[in-house]
């Protein structure tokens, strides 16, 4: 679903103007189409939350065919995916690497092709959100052909410049791998969610066990409105 400039204003709770400013000089994807400006959803809640920019919730809303996916919890995708400790890399294209290789991935998707479609996300700009966090993801999730949702958390080794917008090294990495678009929002806007949390980030800063990782996003996840969940 590609949304007009007036339309992402709207997701954004800013201007118009304010919107073509950040597509000028601030990096917020857009294409033009019969002579008009066009947004993708994914792209627009990426840049939004690598910027701690809010959305509103409508950015969520299904469209038709996506309206009987079910959609899993954060801690069921994480559950999934796995939590690593002392990953190493040190250079963004060898931690991905090594991510990658950590990845559950079903036989049908080629690492390398991840990979290679990981790096060419990161040589877009930066996927780390500051804090030492980043949230390496495909730009376009239904590339992999995947059929279950995955997000696996990798604590590094050694902290690794990521070129973040607020300079700090990244030491813990969250990658999604999702089978729909709408997946794909809905994982990202949970796990935007959670890292403002403060129990999510003491479990993170202490590097903390799986268990209790796992615990604190589930307990999170009971917090959130019946209709957020």
């Known amino acids: 679903m590609l ?4 339309e992402a204003a709207r997701l954004l709770q800013v201007d118009e103007k304010t919107v073509h400013a950040w597509i000028r000089k601030e990096g917020l994807a857009a294409s033009k189409m019969n002579d008009q400006l066009r947004l993708n959803r994914v792209d627009l809640l990426e840049w939004a939350t690598e910027h701690n920019i809010k959305v509103s919730p409508e ?6 065919e996506e309206e009987e996916e079910p959609l899993p919890t954060l801690a069921e995708a994480l559950a999934a ?3 690593h400790y002392d990953v190493p890399g040190g250079d963004p294209p060898n931690v991905l690497r090594e991510v990658v290789a950590l ?7 080629d690492p ?4 290679q479609v990981l790096l060419a996300r990161e040589a877009l700009g930066t996927t780390a959100i500051g804090n030492g966090i980043a949230i390496p993801h495909v730009r376009n999730p239904i590339l992999l052909h995947v ?5 696996t958390l990798c604590f590094l080794a050694q902290p690794t410049d990521f070129k973040a917008l607020d300079s700090l090294p990244v030491q813990t990495l969250f990658t999604l791998v999702s089978p729909t678009v709408k997946t794909h929002l ?3 806007a949970k796990l935007a969610y959670a890292l403002r949390d403060e129990r999510f980030q003491d479990v993170l800063r202490r ?16 917090g959130l409105p019946k209709g957020s969940r």
């Open 3 to 6: 949304l007009s400039v007036a």
């Open 59 to 64: 950015i969520f809303a299904a469209t038709p």
């Open 81 to 83: 995916g796995g939590i």
């Open 103 to 109: 990845l559950k991935l079903p036989p049908q998707v």
């Open 112 to 115: 390398d092709f991840l990979l």
């Open 147 to 151: 059929t279950a949702p995955l997000v």
């Open 186 to 188: 809905h994982l990202l």
């Open 207 to 222: 590097r903390a066990d799986a268990a209790e990782i796992m615990t604190t996003v589930a307990a999170i996840e009971a």
